[in-house]
């Protein structure tokens, strides 16, 4: 079992240590750096994971997860980069930024691996997207893989689609959060109790998402299934395609992709590359 550091245990870095806990990684096998004091006293309080300074992380880990805000990278790269020798592999999970600006920070040949989870992992339904830097062997995705695929689903793509996947993913679970809050809101304008508004939406939520899963079929089918001719659906239907809900989901995504490809141009060698993506 690998040893891995997560350095910068936020919202990203403490649904991957307590979704590896979860699905049984040793809690010794486990470190994080935080920069602020309270909030690793209350990690180690919740998970009994051993928060670390930057130089032992570094020391004992074989995994470096780099989960700080991309706006926070430069720094940390100044602590860690005269640290990190090739035989660890770095995994960054920071939106937008390329594998070229860790490896031009790390000695020569350090393998790095670009992935992006979403907050799901908390609950082990992650899905998440891994792509191999210069240096990072098919050894090295595969244990990226590992860890990931035991806190929820993995796909390995060209990194040339990671601030796609970013916007996708990456955002995702935060416009379906977005449509429940919005349908609960809606019950409550309809004299439904809150609890009881809340329970209908986000069973009807994991329902629909459990058919998306499981069966054969295409969300418009389902969506079909759904909606009776002359019933009460359609009259709802009509009312997302006039307000242009569709639109505004595709804009919505297309502007989390914008920004994915405007993080990481600010860290490109050449940040005229980013315009390419
Ligand atoms: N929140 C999300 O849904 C997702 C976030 N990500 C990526 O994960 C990264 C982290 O995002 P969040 O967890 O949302 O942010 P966050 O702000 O909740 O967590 C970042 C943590 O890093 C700590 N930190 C910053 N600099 C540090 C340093 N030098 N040493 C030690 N700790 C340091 C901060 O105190 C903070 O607790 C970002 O790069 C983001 O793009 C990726 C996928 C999903
Ligand atoms: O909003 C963000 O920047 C991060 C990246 C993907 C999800 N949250």
Known sequence: MST??????????????SGLINAGHATEKLLFTERYQQRAEELTERYGVRNADVAEAVEQADVLVVSVKPQDIDPLLELISPLVTPEKLVVTLCAGLPTELFERRFAAGTPVVRVMPNTPMLVGEAMSAVSAGTHATEAHLETVE???GSVGRVV???ENQQDAVTALSGSGPAYFFYLVEAMIDAGILLGLPRAVAGELV???????????RE???HPVIMREGVTSPGGTTISGVRELEK????????????????RSVELGAKHRADPSEGDED
């Open 4 to 17: 891995i550091a997560v350095l910068g245990a936020g919202k990203i870095g403490e649904s991957l240590l």
């Open 215 to 217: 069966g054969e079929g």
């Open 202 to 212: 986000v069973q009807s939520a994991v329902g629909s998402a459990a058919m998306l």
């Open 243 to 258: 307000h242009g809900v569709r639109a505004a989901l595709i804009d919505a995504i297309e502007a989390a992709h914008s």
């Open 156 to 158: 390995r793509i060209p």
């Open 146 to 148: 590992e860890m990931l």
